[in-house]
């Protein structure tokens, strides 16, 4: 392998341990803990491994009791190192042959083999080229509880797994539900040998090994080599020691492995995530949530109130000065509601009517057909997680929607140019009747004294002070008419501003408490498996 290929393999490896390791931390809280703390642990592995020695490749040597396995690591090995090393009728711990020591010993540490046998050279093995471990390891089926714990622990080491089965439990369910099948994306890094091929008539050695390959092929494995092999007569031990010796010069292995296990666990991932991208936030799923909850926040009550309080104002300040001041006892709808005070928004809320049975249904509905909306096309827990996130901003809306009012700008306080305008024409034809009445007044006194009266001016026949009252109480009266017409249509007008602003405030608390907190966790799922497909990709 080329020092260009390694980095380049190096290189995807780390992207693909990035995007596994990013795919675990986007699906907690979402995913179950036992699956992301198992990636956890293939990534900690991962690390591990790579940052020991490269140049030696770990092949273990896996089988049921009686398979023969032992005998086989000694005949691959060259040399009686598993009886040297425990004169037992089964492996108790794990075993090692080494060819090219330097380096290995941290390995070693890391894999927990404390036998250690530094193997001579022999045929396809040498120390000047091949850095290789061979590992003769417990039976899988032992009856020892620390025996199946190490096979298990070293299932998921190894760079390479040799497994050793024998003619007569060549189908044991075990070895194939146990440790194959869940094993079926290491084709790549793994070996499977029919031992013990002596025992079987020379005519019935290749059904057995097309039965084995069939069984293999169902546990998705068809790809695997598949060696015959017998310790005691040393047939096939040559091809087997040569497909290892191949798969230690490569300097593939390590790399296959890790692969595997990270194709692996993003098939764990997948398996307990499911497929599927989530529909999304759409706009019109956003308005018609806003427009829900304006209604049930009150958003038309109180744009009601603008107008009424804007027509009321309009009374009082352009109405004739006679009858104004009935007014004065008529309340403001916007002060009843607590809607003029100058407090800050957090300080302050409103006396709106609080939410009841219907409204709460409402406001709960909406926002559930906006989840529901939102996480259409999502696998369950990613649905579910959506679902929640709605929920949590749900339960906030009420107090978060008053607030938002309450410091909505309503134009409230703010006065009309014609108001003055109005005013002083109004107070100006109110001077005039005071005028003409105090002139008529003088008039009729003089007279009632039996004194002079001076001639009074005319208009077409008019005395000017009775014009003088008639034309005041005709324009105080016009004025407060037509004021009442003007305030009419520019409470509508305020009335629309308003509506406008409640409507924008009571749709960023949506935003804020509702929608924001649901496209986080869309945006989540499609992060997630925008990063399990860059783990899993080959």
Same mark, same amino acid.
């Given at each position: 392998m080329?020092?260009?290929s390694?980095?380049?393999e190096?290189?995807?490896?780390d +992207?693909?341990?990035?995007?596994l390791?990013?795919?675990?931390?986007?699906?907690?809280?979402?995913?179950?803990?036992?699956?992301?703390?198992?990636v956890l642990?293939?990534?900690?592995?991962?690390?591990?491994?790579?940052?020991?020695?490269?140049?030696?490749?770990?092949?273990?040597?896996?089988g049921?009791?009686?398979?023969?396995?032992?005998?086989?690591?000694?005949?691959v090995?060259?040399?009686?190192?598993?009886?040297?090393?425990?004169?037992r009728?089964?492996?108790?711990?794990?075993?090692?042959?080494?060819?090219?020591?330097?380096?290995?010993?941290p390995l070693?540490?890391?894999?927990?083999?404390?036998?250690?046998?530094?193997?001579?050279a022999?045929?396809?093995?040498?120390?000047e080229?091949?850095?290789?471990?061979?590992l003769d390891?417990?039976?899988?089926?032992?009856t020892?509880?620390?025996?199946?714990?190490?096979?298990?622990?070293m299932?998921?080491?190894?760079?390479?797994?040799?497994w050793v089965?024998d003619?007569?439990?060549?189908?044991?369910a075990?070895?194939?539900h146990?440790?194959?099948?869940?094993?079926?994306?290491?084709?790549a890094?793994?070996?499977?040998?029919l @031992?013990?091929?002596?025992?079987?008539?020379?005519?019935?050695?290749q059904?057995?090994?097309?039965?084995?390959?069939?069984?293999? !092929?169902?546990?998705?494995?068809?790809?695997?080599?598949?060696?015959?092999?017998?310790?005691?007569?040393?047939?096939?031990?040559?091809?087997?020691r040569a497909?290892?010796?191949?798969?230690?010069?490569q300097?593939?292995?390590?790399?296959?492995?890790?692969?595997?296990?990270?194709?692996?666990?993003?098939?764990?991932?997948?398996?307990?995530?499911?497929?599927?991208?989530?529909?999304?936030?759409?706009p019109?799923?956003?308005k018609?949530?806003?427009?829900e909850?304006?209604?049930?926040?009150n958003?038309?009550?109180?744009?009601?109130?603008?107008?009424?309080?804007?027509?009321?104002?309009?009374?009082?300040?352009?109405?004739?000065?006679?009858?104004r001041? =009935?007014?004065r006892?008529?309340p403001?709808p916007?002060?009843?509601?607590?809607?003029?005070?100058?407090?800050? !928004?957090?300080? @302050?809320?409103?006396? =709106?009517?609080?939410?009841?049975?219907?409204?709460?249904?409402?406001?709960?509905?909406?926002?559930?057909?906006?989840?529901? !909306?939102?996480s259409?096309?999502?696998?369950?827990?990613?649905?579910?997680?959506?679902?929640?996130?709605a929920?949590?901003?749900?339960?906030?809306?009420?107090?978060?929607?008053?607030?938002?009012?309450?410091?909505t700008d309503?134009?409230? @306080?703010?006065?009309?140019?014609w108001w +003055?305008?109005?005013?002083?024409?109004?107070?100006?034809?109110?001077?005039?009747?005071?005028?003409?009445?105090?002139?008529?007044?003088?008039?009729?006194?003089?007279?009632?004294?039996?004194?002079?009266?001076?001639?009074?001016?005319?208009?077409?026949?008019?005395?000017?002070?009775?014009?003088?009252?008639?034309?005041?109480?005709v324009?105080?009266?016009?004025?407060a008419?037509? +004021?009442?017409?003007?305030?009419?249509?520019?409470a509508?007008?305020?009335?629309?501003?308003?509506?406008?602003?409640?409507? !924008?405030?009571?749709?960023?608390?949506?935003?804020?408490?509702?929608v924001e907190?649901?496209?986080v966790?869309?945006s989540r799922l499609?992060?997630?498996?925008?990063?399990l497909?860059k783990a899993?990709?080959?």
């Amino acid at each position: 392998m080329s020092r260009h290929s390694d980095a380049r393999e190096s290189t995807r490896l780390d +992207g693909r341990l990035q995007a596994l390791n990013d795919a675990r931390e986007l699906g907690e809280g979402v995913l179950p803990d036992e699956t992301l703390q198992e990636v956890l642990r293939v990534l900690e592995r991962a690390s591990s491994r790579r940052s020991l020695s490269g140049d030696h490749t770990v092949v273990g040597f896996f089988g049921a009791t009686g398979s023969g396995k032992s005998s086989l690591f000694n005949a691959v090995s060259g040399a009686e190192i598993a009886t040297a090393a425990a004169r037992r009728p089964t492996t108790s711990e794990p075993l090692a042959g080494v060819w090219g020591a330097e380096g290995s010993e941290p390995l070693l540490d890391w894999l927990e083999v404390h036998n250690r046998h530094h193997a001579a050279a022999v045929d396809g093995f040498a120390d000047e080229e091949t850095g290789l471990i061979l590992l003769d390891l417990p039976d899988f089926d032992s009856t020892r509880q620390a025996n199946r714990e190490t096979v298990q622990r070293m299932v998921g080491l190894v760079d390479v797994l040799v497994w050793v089965l024998d003619p007569q439990k060549y189908a044991d369910a075990a070895v194939h539900h146990g440790f194959l099948a869940p094993l079926a994306s290491h084709g790549a890094v793994t070996l499977v040998v029919l @031992n013990q091929v002596d025992r079987l008539p020379e005519r019935d050695v290749q059904p057995v090994l097309d039965s084995l390959r069939g069984i293999l !092929a169902r546990d998705g494995l068809a790809e695997v080599r598949v060696l015959a092999s017998s310790a005691t007569t040393g047939a096939g031990v040559a091809a087997l020691r040569a497909a290892i010796r191949s798969v230690a010069m490569q300097r593939k292995a390590q790399s296959q492995r890790l692969a595997a296990d990270i194709a692996k666990a993003a098939q764990e991932l997948l398996a307990v995530s499911g497929e599927g991208e989530a529909a999304g936030v759409r706009p019109a799923s956003k308005k018609r949530l806003a427009d829900e909850l304006a209604v049930a926040a009150n958003v038309p009550v109180v744009v009601r109130a603008v107008g009424q309080s804007y027509r009321l104002e309009s009374v009082r300040r352009t109405g004739w000065p006679v009858t104004r001041w =009935l007014s004065r006892f008529r309340p403001d709808p916007l002060r009843r509601l607590n809607l003029r005070s100058s407090a800050p !928004a957090e300080l @302050n809320r409103t006396s =709106l009517p609080p939410a009841g049975a219907p409204e709460r249904a409402r406001t709960d509905a909406t926002v559930r057909e906006f989840a529901d !909306a939102a996480s259409a096309g999502a696998p369950g827990p990613w649905r579910a997680a959506i679902r929640g996130a709605a929920r949590e901003g749900r339960e906030r809306l009420p107090d978060a929607l008053d607030q938002g009012i309450a410091g909505t700008d309503l134009g409230a @306080n703010r006065t009309s140019w014609w108001w +003055g305008v109005f005013n002083v024409v109004q107070w100006l034809a109110l001077l005039t009747v005071v005028v003409g009445l105090g002139w008529l007044g003088v008039l009729a006194a003089l007279g009632y004294f039996q004194m002079p009266v001076p001639e009074v001016p005319r208009v077409e026949g008019w005395p000017v002070p009775t014009l003088m009252i008639a034309l005041g109480v005709v324009l105080g009266i016009f004025l407060a008419i037509t +004021g009442r017409f003007i305030a009419a249509a520019a409470a509508r007008a305020r009335a629309g501003k308003a509506r406008k602003r409640l409507n !924008a405030a009571v749709a960023s608390v949506a935003q804020e408490f509702v929608v924001e907190p649901v496209d986080v966790e869309v945006s989540r799922l499609g992060a997630f498996n925008a990063a399990l497909k860059k783990a899993g990709s080959g």
